[in-house]
């Protein structure tokens, strides 16, 4: 199988690759010149580096791709902003560059037998607070950050091409060994300190990245064209529960609770936002990021992904932690 996977050299997408390679698959990966290829060292990765923001010239290479190489079987497209200085960037990257690379391969012919996007949770928004039901695939998405509103840009404009072979995956909070922002909580909780937003438990949920591209592999076996799933290993967590056992696998046997009002929170987040704008920058905490971190209720449902593809995890989340941290420590990073 001929297999091209976008946004190869970012976390997701290198453990991607890598499976790809282990699956004896032609693995073509989609690379920035100027993106490190320190987790992409196999010699047998093929590269290419695709203009998503010129759709003319990305028809111009696919079209000498397929003349030179033939087409793709399988295109698992990860590329995609989670977080950047310039709000308008989520939308011209996450929605703008992924219409633009699907017109391409429309135009050039290179349209494969299957597109598996890679969405986010986040294109549907947290769930009810009050009623902590979890996410069901039939909701209507109601995205609350600009990160999570241009993924369902993006995946309404999938859906709405006639006969286009996508799978939609919409993973929640991926955590593994070279992942940097549950890194940050993993550091501070090492360093006895225990941050929280408000005062009432936040119920969260995890897949180990090597699950999830279990599942993205699944889903392109079972041949899942046309759908759309939640990816989680179906246990849901406490913020204080998630703390607790990632101190145990930390050996940390204390850590001071700073537990800090989200009124607090949210309006040093409004004013960050307001200063940044002034300078067409986006600061670390803001609107976005308050939302996600006040959510109450990221439970998702995960019954489809369970009887459609036959997924089941092989890690949750003590065994996902532990070897994250040994990875943590073996790179020095903790």
């Known amino acids: ?23 004896g698959n032609e693995t073509w990966a989609g690379v920035r010149k100027t993106s490190s290829m320190k987790f992409l060292p196999d010699s047998a990765i ?54 633009n690379f699907i017109l391409a391969l429309q135009e050039a012919d290179m349209v494969p037998e299957q597109f598996v996007y890679m969405s986010s949770l986040s294109a549907f928004g947290s769930g009810n607070p009050a009623s902590l039901e979890e996410i069901k695939l039939n909701d209507v998405p109601v995205p609350d950050t600009l990160y999570g509103k241009s993924k369902l840009k993006a995946e309404e404009f999938i859906q709405s091409l006639p006969g286009f072979p996508y799978t939609i995956l919409r993973p929640t909070g991926v955590y593994g060994p070279r992942e940097k922002d549950y890194f940050v909580m993993l550091q501070t909780l090492q360093r006895h300190l225990n941050p929280a937003i408000g005062f009432k438990p936040q119920y969260i949920t995890f897949i180990y990245v090597k699950d999830l591209v279990k599942a993205i592999f699944l889903s392109i076996e079972k041949k899942a064209i046309g759908k759309a799933y939640f990816v989680a290993d179906g246990d849901v967590w406490t913020s204080d529960e998630y703390a607790d ?8 046997k204390w850590a001071i609770p700073v537990k800090v009002p989200c009124m607090l929170v949210k309006a040093l987040a409004y004013s960050l936002d307001t200063v940044g704008g002034w300078f067409g ?18 439970k998702c449902e995960v019954g ?31």
């Open 1 to 23: 199988m001929k297999i091209l996977i976008t946004g190869a050299t970012g976390f997701i997408g290198s453990f991607i690759v890598e499976e790809s390679l282990k699956r």
């Open 304 to 334: 489809a992904l369970n009887k459609d593809l036959g997924f089941e995890p092989d890690y949750h989340l003590q065994q996902g932690l532990r070897e994250c941290i040994e990875w943590y420590r073996k790179e020095k990073w903790l």
């Open 281 to 298: 920058k986006t600061p670390t905490l803001n609107k976005d990021k308050y939302s996600i971190l006040s959510a109450l209720n990221w």
């Open 245 to 252: 056992l990632v101190k145990k696998e930390l050996g940390i």
């Open 46 to 99: 093929k590269t290419i580096d695709l203009p998503y923001s010129d759709k003319e010239k990305m028809v111009g290479m696919l079209t000498g791709q397929k003349a030179q190489h033939g087409k793709w079987d399988v295109i698992i497209h990860n590329m995609g902003l989670t977080k950047c200085e310039n709000k308008s960037d989520f939308d011209r990257v996450n929605f703008d560059y992924t219409r």
